[in-house]
């Protein structure tokens, strides 16, 4: 049992109310913050009455404090319960819930259990308050000892209190109040008794109006349960107005109030002054002039001088608080004392009496302001948790190894640390604290210092660098700061002499008691602080506690609201695990917690052995050991379960309750037996009636203990025999008829009725007994259905229905528990099935049929688990599905394999998953170039899934959605960016292809801009043709020499000369045109084309005019046959050079009409364009030599790649993205993906890995 299921187990129990768990030996109560019918008068008996032997209870604080009396009646032995836990946890209602079981339990002779009992309220409204965590907190912490006489009855008490917050009488924080009595007087206390204590309403007084009323406080009922329990115990008229009179003059004191003049401090004139010294019994005058001001003694020789010093108005409210402190501190003292007086008045001597100590003390405390109060109450817990860990650890631990029993060890939180910090001298935190009360000029800072220098290197110990006048301890439940400020004077606990001479002079009997007269400090008890008291009572606690046999209560906040029935996980983790529950049940798991010593044990346990066999065995053992084996084989006691040491037995609990429960049996026999051998041997009718009367009930209840425990010797036979011809002489016929109707029909109630009618009037025959075994058995069958009913457990179940068909009882509720049965066996199976397969359908199925009786299991929680998770995972992958988004998908497929969750939606998911993987795995690859096929296809892959993308993807989409043009621009600029130019030259080919196809018309030669008129172009030339036929073939073929360039590309040139040249080389060009042709012979066509492609890189002014030669001859040639071998020439020089910038749009589209598109593409002249375009004129073409150019196809087929320019053919070569071509929505196509993440994964990278290896293959 870990520590979770620890926490589950617990939340599970207090939501059904069930606010007790034991946790090994130790009882767990979680404060529900409200009433529940836990410690009603049914309740208590059934505890008290749980019948004979060790009988298992459902977990309580009554089981605790049975235990306890149970220790002290029958071990004799002295026992303690420790109740422990922070303030507002509850251990207040659980120490009266102990009193209130052992005064019931136990009585007594005088009423003294009353006496304990009454003891509660008054200590409750003088040292309780209303705190921000608990509206009843105990503000001073007690050990209540009971003493029990030898016949186990309450003879007395005895109560010490521990550290009272007396800070709380003048100073309360934000929300909270002053101790109860001051409001329960103020406000509840009778109108003439408020008169004659001069009281108001709380209101009005400075030191109760921070917070007055308290829903669930009810001040008017509490004070008269107060004024009840001081008549119960005794206390005189005169004792209790002294005690109200004392709170009376508090409360006006504290309404006094200071003014000062600039010279001396005075109390301003108010009603309070005289009312405080009314009943405080002093003078006005003088306890003006004492909150005023001091006495400096001076010793000089052998007298002491007085000088007297007057206060600033600081330091007179501080005195006024401290007598209100004071004052209220010694009251409280007192009223302990005479409490425990009050339990001493029968005149029984205590000393030497077995006792229980219930211990209920100040929880930890972490505020936001700590100060000395706050350490001395923190250091107490430490002691406690040192006593926890001793018992329930280290003892134990020590235990075993002294007995030789091997174990292993436990690891545990040793708070040693924290204590020697705090104690060790000499330079622990408070010898350090007393050190500075006597050195000079002892202050709070010099304190500090010390404290730094010493524990500078200890790990508890921290310097808060923050706040110097701070200092941080390092507890075992966690850290706490601490405000130094102030330590030193709360730590030396005295009033001036001067105000104790003023208290003496009291003419009240009360404050007289408090402060005798005459009664002077020693210099040692001047000089002893609070802390040294303080660790005197703890050390003298401690001795007491380790005296007895502990018993822990652990009490647990489970929320800091105060809110009802609400349970918040992690503060209980928190008060489990620093009190050492988790390891105290670690250790009791592997632990024997019952131990004896050898001759206890035989001496205890002898006599549970039966047969003379066993007892022969036991007389021939020679050692006590020995002895004890003999006994326990005899009992069949589990080895498992016990251990025998050097010098104990030890053993676990169901070997302890088996030994308890066989010894009391035996015992009672022994005792039934002698009664009813001495009772038979008595002649009853010699006897007078009255004696008569009496022997038959002492008869009756003999033989009625003997039916109880099946005592069937001869003397019981008899005495049964003669209780009945004495009884069936008594009974009337209406009750026998009632009886045999009863048993007929196995009425319960009318059993009931007519049993108890018989054990009135004191029937006891043969009818009667078998009514009462036949009500045993209907009454065990009842509580074994209400039982398995309530448990719902199939075991529990089936017990109780074999226990009616012994009997054949029929009854409703052994009909629901056949259904009951029924239904959770048809649960399990349905859980069982549903858990293996893990469908989503089955889980939510036996679920439905489990709630719909309320069935609750281990196994039920875990598959409302695994269906919760089931559940989430479906609507993760429903989610993810429709969002299809990676990330969503994976964290998906992520819980679904967590929890090894199978689905067809999950297989979808899956494949999805892998999709969408493929596809973000394209657009991250391919998004720096943008190749068109694997754009398209991915989008239209994402589109297909429905999937949305990132950034990425929506981009790529708008590209596949938007204008063409704009994609291939963007085609381009990526190829560019990556320097492919091979692709940009292809992108550009096909864009250039879109740009001619719209703007068709407006790109003819005739509409250049640059183009010359044709009339004045035919004028150039003087003779040949007329004008105007020149000037209709300007654009079109014509055979003779070309007179002049058809453009005005160069003429803006004003180099006539450089001019001249540039026409001269444009008409060349042209006659190499017409000779390439064959329109003209030539020898030296090498060296003309040589010199034509030299000029044209020379001068780019004449590329576009060269360019326009090509177009112009192949326009309207009446010779078509030679127009095809011009084709070679212009795409030698496109590889060359390219037009000029304006001219490129024409050329493109005079490339792409159908008549020229052909042979256009045979040379690849739309790439070599781009080619040249994108790269420039290629200055190694001047390399070419004349011997190269005889063959100007085989010059061109070294310059021209083919297969650069070619688009890609994704059918002959299919690309990475290929599989993203095939559709997903085909059927069975997402079925094909893997199931497995890790070969999802694998194929991932070996799609990767084929990538890279035909990358590096192109």
Not at 364 to 373: M, Q
Not at 952 to 968: I, M, N, Q, S
Not at 987 to 995: I, N, Q, Y
Not at 1231 to 1251: F, Q, V
Request: positive net charge; contains cysteine; proline residues 4%.
């Amino acid at each position: 049992m870990g520590s979770p299921l620890i926490l589950h187990c617990l939340r599970k129990r207090f939501e059904r109310n069930e606010i007790y768990t034991n946790v090994g030996t130790i009882l767990i109560s979680v404060n529900p913050y409200q009433r529940l019918p836990l410690y009603t008068d049914q309740v208590l008996k059934k505890y008290i009455n749980r019948g004979l032997g060790v009988v298992d209870m459902p977990p309580h604080i009554f089981n605790i404090a049975h235990d306890a009396f149970y220790g002290v009646t029958s071990f004799g032995q002295n026992q303690s319960i420790i109740i422990s836990g922070e303030s507002g946890a509850g251990k207040t209602e659980a120490t009266k819930q102990c009193l209130q079981y052992l005064a019931r339990i136990a009585g007594s002779l005088n009423d003294v259990e009353k006496k304990v009992l009454q003891a509660n309220p008054i200590l409750e409204a003088f040292g309780n308050a209303k705190t921000l965590r608990n509206d009843n907190s105990s503000r001073f912490g007690k050990y209540l000892e009971i003493f029990f006489d030898s016949k186990g009855r309450i003879a007395g008490s005895s109560t010490e209190s521990y550290l009272l917050e007396k800070i709380r009488v003048v100073s309360q924080a934000s929300k909270e109040r002053n101790f109860h009595i001051f409001y329960q007087l103020t406000k509840a206390a009778p109108a003439e008794t408020r008169r004659s204590l001069s009281l108001g309403n709380p209101g009005t007084y400075a030191y109760l109006r921070q917070c007055t009323d308290v829903p669930s406080i009810d001040d008017a009922r509490d004070f008269k349960e107060v004024m009840g329990a001081f008549k119960d115990l005794k206390f005189h008229t005169d004792e209790i107005h002294g005690l109200f009179e004392i709170c009376s003059g508090i409360l006006a004191l504290g309404n006094c109030t200071f003014t000062s003049d600039g010279k001396k401090t005075m109390l301003k004139e108010s009603e309070y002054l005289g009312i405080a010294a009314k009943h405080l019994g002093v003078s006005p005058g003088v306890l003006r002039e004492r909150m005023t001001t001091r006495e400096i003694r001076i010793r000089g020789g052998r007298d002491l001088e007085a000088t007297k010093a007057l206060m600033t108005v600081e330091q007179a409210s501080e005195t006024r608080h401290a007598v209100c402190k004071f004052v209220y501190g010694r009251m409280f003292n007192w009223l302990v004392k005479r409490i425990n007086k009050a339990m001493s008045q029968g005149g029984v001597n205590c000393k030497g009496m077995k006792s229980i100590g219930i211990l209920d003390i100040f929880g930890f405390e972490i505020f936001e302001h700590n100060s000395f109060e706050q350490l001395c109450i923190n250091f107490t817990n430490e002691m406690l948790q040192q006593h926890f860990n001793k018992h329930t650890f280290k003892l134990e631990q020590a235990m075993y190894t002294a007995e030789g029993i091997q174990f292993d060890a436990i690891d545990f939180i040793d708070n040693q640390p924290m204590l020697d910090l705090i104690t060790k001298k000499p330079h622990g935190v408070l010898p350090l604290l007393d050190e500075e009360l006597v050195v000079p000029k002892g202050s709070d800072k010099g304190f500090l210092q010390k404290l730094v220098m010493k524990q500078a290197k200890n790990v508890v110990f921290k310097r808060q660098m923050k706040k110097p006048d701070h200092f941080v301890i390092k507890h075992y439940a966690g850290r706490v700061l601490y405000d130094s400020h102030g330590f030193l004077e709360k730590n030396r606990d005295t009033l001036t002499e001067e105000l104790v001479e003023m208290l003496q002079d009291s003419k009240k009997p009360l404050l007289q008691a408090l402060y005798p007269k005459g009664k002077t400090l020693s210099a040692k008890q001047r000089k002893s602080s609070l802390s040294s008291q303080f660790q005197s009572q703890l050390n003298r606690l401690m001795r007491n506690l380790n005296m007895t046999q502990p018993h822990y209560v652990r009490c647990i906040k489970p929320n800091n609201d105060k809110a009802p029935m609400k349970f918040v996980p992690r503060n209980c983790f928190e008060q489990l695990l620093y009190s050492g529950v988790f390891e105290a049940v670690a250790i009791r798991k592997q632990g024997f917690p019952f131990r004896l010593p050898h001759d206890e044990f035989e001496k205890r346990y002898s006599i549970n052995l039966d047969d003379s066999a066993h007892k022969s065995k036991l007389s021939s053992a020679s050692t006590l050991k020995a002895k004890c084996e003999v006994i326990l084989n005899a009992i069949k006691c589990d080895k498992a379960n016990r251990r025998i040491g050097k010098t104990r037995v030890l053993y676990r609990a169901e070997e302890h309750k088996k030994l308890e429960l066989r010894r009391s049996i035996k015992v009672k026999n022994q005792e039934i037996t002698e009664a009813l051998r001495r009772l038979s041997r008595v002649d009853a009718n010699s006897m007078d009636p009255k004696d008569r009367e009496a022997y038959f009930v002492e008869l009756a209840m003999a033989v009625s203990e003997a039916d109880k425990f099946r005592v069937k010797t001869p003397d019981a036979e008899k005495a049964r025999k003669m209780l009945e011809a004495f009884v069936e002489a008594r009974m009337d016929p209406k009750t026998k008829r009632e009886l045999n109707e009863a048993y007929e029909k196995q009425d319960l109630k009318l059993l009931q009725r007519v049993l108890a009618k018989c054990d009135k009037e004191g029937y006891r025959t043969k009818l009667t007994r078998k009514c009462q075994e036949l009500l045993s058995k209907i009454e065990d069958a009842e509580a074994a259905l209400e039982v398995a009913l309530k448990s719902m457990r199939e075991d529990y179940l089936e017990k109780a229905i074999d226990m009616c068909d012994e009997f054949a009882y029929k009854a409703p509720n052994a009909e629901k528990a056949r259904t009951l049965l029924k239904n959770i066996k048809k649960a399990q199976y349905g859980i069982s099935r549903a858990m293996s397969k893990m469908k989503r359908k089955w889980l939510n199925q036996a679920l439905d049929f489990c709630d719909s009786f309320g069935y609750d299991s281990p196994d039920v929680q875990k598959c409302r688990i695994i269906t919760q998770k089931v559940n989430i995972c479906h609507r993760m992958l429903s989610k993810a599905k429709a969002a299809v988004d990676q990330t969503k998908l994976q964290k998906a497929l992520q819980a679904c394999e967590r929890i090894k969750y199978r689905s067809p939606l999950e297989h979808e998911v899956r494949g999805l998953l892998f999709r969408v993987r493929r596809i973000n795995e394209e657009i991250s690859e391919g998004w720096k170039a943008l190749v068109e096929d694997q754009v398209r296809t991915v989008v239209a892959a994402a589109d297909e899934i429905k999937m949305t993308g990132g950034k990425k993807l929506k981009t790529w989409r708008e590209h596949v959605k938007g204008p063409y043009d704009a994609f291939l621009k963007a085609q381009y600029d990526h190829a560019v960016k990556q320097g492919d130019r091979e692709r940009a030259v292809r992108v550009m080919v096909r864009r250039k292809d879109l740009l001619v196809s719209e703007k068709k018309q407006a790109l003819v030669l005739s509409k250049y801009p640059h183009l010359k008129d044709p009339m004045l172009w035919a004028r150039e030339k003087w003779f040949g043709w007329d004008h105007e036929t020149r000037a209709s073939h300007m654009t079109k073929f014509q055979s003779e020499s070309l007179h002049a360039p058809i453009s005005t590309t160069f003429e803006h040139i004003v180099d006539t000369r450089h001019k001249k040249e540039l026409r001269r080389q444009v008409t060349a060009a042209f006659e190499t045109i017409q000779k390439f042709m064959g329109q003209r012979n030539t020898s030296r066509m090498p060296q003309r084309i040589r010199e034509l492609l030299s000029d044209a890189l020379d001068n780019k002014e004449i590329r576009s005019e060269v360019y326009m030669m090509f177009i112009k001859q192949c326009t309207d040639n009446p010779e078509p046959e030679k127009v095809p071998c011009i084709w070679e020439l212009l795409s030698l020089c496109l590889s060359v050079f390219p037009p000029n910038k304006d001219f490129e749009d024409y050329l493109e589209a005079w490339l792409r009409e159908p008549s020229n598109l052909p042979d256009a593409d045979k040379y690849h002249c739309r790439g070599l364009l781009r080619h040249s375009v994108l790269n420039g004129a290629d200055e190694k073409a001047r390399g070419i030599s004349e011997e190269e150019l005889k063959d100007v196809s085989q010059a061109l087929s070294r310059r021209l790649n083919p297969l650069r320019f070619a688009w890609p053919n994704y059918k002959k070569n299919p690309p990475n993205w290929a599989d993203l071509k095939k559709s997903y929505c085909q059927k069975g196509s997402a079925l094909k993906i893997s199931k497995a993440p890790k070969i999802i994964r694998d194929m991932s990278k070996r799609a990767k890995g084929s990538r890279s290896r035909k990358r590096e293959a192109s």
